[in-house]
Structures are given as structure tokens and as C-alpha cells.
């Protein structure tokens, strides 16, 4: 090919003519370069911003509904605000001629009896004061204490969604009323007097807090976190059933701990939302704002305990600056206590508890129920006898009988018999389930479909025919709300107490001398505590004192 002069020179000048608009045009190619970084920035900040909007209105929504009345009544109407009190201290011999530090040494505090102790006023501290120390809680109670409902309402804190009242805000609301109708002479007087307390008062603690203070900066082995205030923080509520730690999906250190967590929540929330969560929860975690609030230790066998330890301990130790509360039971959680968890108790409830709770549940069931008036005060009064040493749980379904008038039965069985009817569908699926409930308590809890399909036969219909298709009643319950569905296609009932319930009336059809074979079983013993009301006890009393000590 020959050189073109014309067309070497016609290239020339249209490369000139661009560079030089492109020169006159700097300026203006500038800002538009400027102007879409800032716009591509902006598109960022609003997806990221969504996508935590997106996952908070999805976890808000989880929480919410994290109770037995979850499908009807929003937490938050009902709540009665947790009270915790702390693990137990190291004894100390009293120095000779000393007094006890505390009075509060006196009370027998057995928490797997919480009722020992629930009269008395003991020294307790708010939910919201759990970051204000170690990063690893294990939050403890008996079944039925409210520890899921704690998780619940800890999520719902550090969202914003709940605001609990301090106890200065309750001495100021007192003191206004108190005083209210009182002359400003009057109420300078009052001020004054309380400030001469309250400075003398403080003179006492100051000298009470250097005294501890020296203690323990003696005993100190190291510097104690800053704490970390809950609310905005970023919640990540699962139970440990729901995570997959199988050891094809989750070798030791092979994968990130948070994995699990984070699949957990994806199969929780919504298809749209789920594809965000492990952008939300990795960068909380990094960052060291995430809140892993997780369920279900207490209902573990102990051996799916000790599956369990080696993921605890790999996610202490990939993010110890996270805060994690875990929930699990008033007795046997030693190794919660070798993996750094600071041992945390629910308060039993008192009649105060029980009263709020009838107050505010009253005024749920009203507007809920959208016609009629709220509860009598006869019905209030009744419901109000015979709380104390019962469980939240057992308060709850006592109440929720009480306002629906649906119970078929007295006391507790009654309780507990009309939630179950209530919320089953298919009436009848009812007999079946104290045969699924009792092979839940042998095999650990869970239901897997196979064995459901064995445990299904009408003892009392003709020829053993099964009464119910497994699938069916499995998939029906947990439409339902009785149930729950986790990997490897397992199902759990909605409570352990439910399953207990169930599984006593197992018993009771059995019989006093077949239950009697069940008195050395852990998993029974909820069971055999509902049995008893309709059951012979002495051969499960007599197998149960001739087991070893």
C-alpha cells in the first residue's frame, strides 16, 4: 500500500481538532468525571444503605414473632423487661471477726429451683447492661425461663425497636408524681433533702468501691473490654439446630465460622433480603458490631453438645470482638465456661412480673380480638392466683387459656392441652402426637421422617394401623406453629415443654410400671413432671432412688 499524503493529512488534523477540544473541554469533562464517581458512590451508599435497612425490617420481623403467641401478638406489646443476675462468684473464707459482704449471701440461690429464691428482692441488672463487660454471655435458666424471649428482645434493642426503662427514669416518673401537686417552696425542700442523701450515700459507696477496687486489682489478670453499648449494633438470631455442621459442610478451621450463622439467617428472611445478609453480617463482624444471639444450647443431648464445642470455640476465636450471648441451661454448662462464656442468670418472676404480663397481655388479646371489652376484673383476678414459682412459659399459656376460655382441662395440662388444640388444624393429628413427642424425648429432641413413620401407630386402634402419614402430620405442624423445620429435613416442636407435655401423656396412656422405666432418663424428666398429675409415681420414685447417687 502506497503513502496517502491527502489522507496523512486529513488524519492529522481531525487528531488535532479532537485534542484540541478535548483541551478546551477539560474542564468541563472534569466535573462530569467528578459528577459520576460521586454518582457511583451515591448508587453505593444507597444499595448498602437498603440492604441494611432491608435486613433490620426482616430480623425486626423475626424477633417479633420469636415467642408462642408470635403469629398473633408482636413481642413487643407484651414484654415484661428480663432481669439478670450473675453467675456465681468464687468463694471467699471470711477474714475472722468480719461480717458477710453481702446479705444477700443468705439466700439459697439454686437455679435449677428458681423458685428457692423468686420472693426474694435480689440484687439483678437490665438486659441492656450485658455489653458492659465480657464479649462472651451464656445466658441460663431452666426450660420455659424466657431465655429465647431474652435473645428476642436483645435483638430487638440493638435495632431500636425497644426501649427499656431505667431505673432513673422509673425515680423520676415516681418523684413527679409524688410531687406534682406540691408549692415550688415545697419542691426546692424535697430537692435539697434528697441531695444531703444522696451525698452521704455516695461518700459510703466511694469508700465501699475503693475497698472493691483494691480487691480486685489484686485479683486481676488482665484489663477488662471497654463496653459496648447494644442498641446499633447488628443482630444475628439463630438456633444452633438450624446451623449445618455437618462435617462435609463444616470441617474443624476449614471454613469461616460465621458461615453457618449466615446461612442460617438466609434460610430466615426473605429471597431478596437473603442475598444481602452475608454482606451485612461480615462487614458487622469486621468491624465489631455484631450481636450473634444463639438459641437452642440447652435443648442439645450431650453428645450434639460436643459436636457443637468446636465451632464455639473457632468463632470465640475469629471474632472475639464481637458480642455473644448464647442460651443455655441452669446446670451442665461447664463447657460454655472452658470456651471463655461468662455464665448469666434469668431472674424467676415474681407477682409483680406476672401482673404486668397479665395487664399487657390483656390489652393485646383486646385489640386483637377487635370486638367485645377487655377482661373483667374478675377474670384478671383469677388469672393473677397462683403465679408464683411458675415459669414465664407457664404464666403465658395460663393467661392466653384464661382470655381464649378454650381450656378442656384444669391447671397446668389444661394449660398446655388448649395451646396444642388451638393451634392444630387437623383434629386428628391430636392423637398422634403424644406417640411423636415421645419418640422426639428418645431420639434427642429431633424428629427425623423415617423414625416419625415408625413411632405413628394407633396403639388403641385395631390391628396397629397407623392413624396418620408422618409427612402429612410433620408438614402440618409446623404449618401450624407446633413444629419446626431444620436441615437434613429434621423437626422439633415449637418448645421443649410442648414436647414434655406430650411425652407425659405418652406416660400416662403407658402406664405407671412402663413410665417407671423412663426415671433415669434426662430427657423424661420434664415429661414425667406432667405425668404426675394423673400418674402413680411410687415405681418412678422407687427406680429413680435406686439408680446410682
Do not use: C
Not at 77 to 98: F, H, K, R, W
Not at 411 to 426: E, I, N
Not at 461 to 487: M, T, W
Not at 538 to 548: A, F, I
Amino acid at each position: 500500500m502506497s503513502f496517502q499524503p491527502l489522507s496523512f493529512a486529513l488524519g492529522t488534523l481531525v487528531v488535532a481538532a479532537l485534542v484540541f477540544a478535548a483541551w478546551k473541554a477539560r474542564a468541563r469533562l472534569i466535573r462530569l468525571r467528578a459528577s459520576t464517581e460521586s454518582q457511583l458512590e451515591g448508587t453505593r451508599r444507597f444499595i448498602g444503605r437498603s440492604a441494611d435497612a432491608r435486613y433490620a425490617r426482616e430480623v425486626t420481623r423475626l424477633a417479633q414473632a420469636y415467642h408462642l403467641a408470635g403469629a398473633s401478638i408482636r413481642l413487643t406489646d407484651i414484654l415484661v423487661e428480663p432481669e439478670l443476675l450473675p453467675g456465681p462468684q468464687p468463694v471467699m473464707a471470711p477474714e475472722s471477726g468480719t461480717t458477710a459482704a453481702s446479705v444477700f449471701e443468705v439466700i439459697p440461690l439454686f437455679h435449677d429451683l428458681p423458685a428457692s429464691y423468686a420472693p426474694y428482692n435480689v440484687e439483678t441488672f437490665p438486659l441492656s447492661d450485658l455489653g458492659a463487660g465480657d464479649r462472651q454471655i451464656a445466658l441460663l435458666g431452666v426450660s420455659g425461663a424466657g431465655k429465647s424471649t431474652a435473645l428476642a428482645a436483645l435483638a430487638l434493642l440493638a435495632l431500636g425497636e425497644l426501649r427499656l426503662e431505667t431505673l432513673e427514669a422509673l425515680s423520676e416518673q415516681a418523684i413527679f408524681e409524688e410531687e406534682q401537686y406540691l408549692s415550688d417552696s415545697e419542691r426546692a425542700e424535697r430537692v435539697r433533702e434528697r441531695e444531703r442523701i444522696q451525698t452521704r450515700a455516695l461518700d459510703k459507696l466511694h469508700d465501699v468501691h475503693q475497698q472493691e477496687r483494691a480487691r480486685a486489682n489484686a485479683a486481676a489478670q488482665h484489663d477488662r473490654l471497654p463496653p459496648v453499648p447494644i442498641p446499633g449494633l447488628v443482630p444475628v438470631l439463630v438456633h444452633l439446630r438450624d446451623l449445618d455442621l455437618s462435617p462435609g459442610k463444616y470441617g474443624k478451621g476449614s471454613v469461616d465460622p460465621a458461615e453457618p450463622l449466615v446461612e442460617a439467617m438466609q434460610r430466615q428472611v426473605g429471597p431478596v433480603t437473603g442475598q444481602v445478609v452475608g454482606s451485612v453480617v461480615y462487614s458487622a463482624l469486621e468491624a465489631g458490631r455484631a450481636l450473634l444471639l444463639i438459641d437452642g444450647y440447652d435443648e442439645l443431648t450431650p453428645g450434639e453438645r460436643d459436636s457443637v464445642f468446636h465451632f464455639l470455640r473457632s468463632l470465640v476465636q475469629t471474632y472475639p470482638s464481637s458480642l455473644i450471648v448464647i442460651a443455655g441451661p441452669a446446670t451442665g454448662y461447664a463447657p460454655l465456661e472452658t470456651l471463655g462464656f461468662t455464665p448469666t442468670f434469668l431472674r424467676p418472676w415474681d407477682d409483680d412480673n406476672a401482673e404486668t404480663l397479665i395487664r399487657r397481655w390483656s390489652a393485646a388479646w383486646h385489640e386483637l380480638s377487635k370486638h367485645g371489652a377487655p377482661a373483667d376484673d374478675q377474670t384478671l383476678r383469677r388469672l393473677a392466683i397462683d403465679n408464683r414459682g411458675r415459669t414465664p412459659l407457664d404464666v403465658t399459656l395460663k393467661i392466653w387459656a384464661g382470655l381464649a376460655g378454650d381450656a378442656q382441662r384444669p391447671g397446668r395440662p389444661g394449660w398446655y392441652d388448649a395451646f396444642v388444640t388451638r393451634r392444630l388444624s387437623s383434629a386428628p393429628h391430636r392423637e398422634a402426637l403424644p406417640w411423636l413427642a415421645a419418640y422426639a424425648l428418645d431420639s434427642g429432641g429431633t424428629l427425623a421422617l423415617e423414625g416419625a413413620a415408625g413411632s405413628l401407630v394407633d396403639e388403641t386402634g385395631p390391628n396397629g394401623k397407623k392413624s396418620v402419614q408422618a409427612s402429612d402430620l410433620l408438614e402440618g405442624l409446623v404449618k401450624d406453629g407446633l413444629a419446626q423445620r431444620h436441615p437434613g429435613d429434621r423437626f422439633s416442636f415449637a418448645h421443649a415443654q410442648i414436647a414434655a407435655f406430650l411425652g407425659g401423656e405418652a406416660l400416662i396412656a403407658r402406664g405407671a410400671e412402663a413410665a417407671a422405666a423412663y426415671a433415669l432418663e434426662p430427657a423424661w424428666f420434664d415429661a414425667l413432671g406432667f405425668a404426675a398429675a394423673q400418674l402413680n409415681m411410687v415405681p418412678v420414685v422407687y427406680r429413680y432412688l435406686s439408680g446410682p447417687p
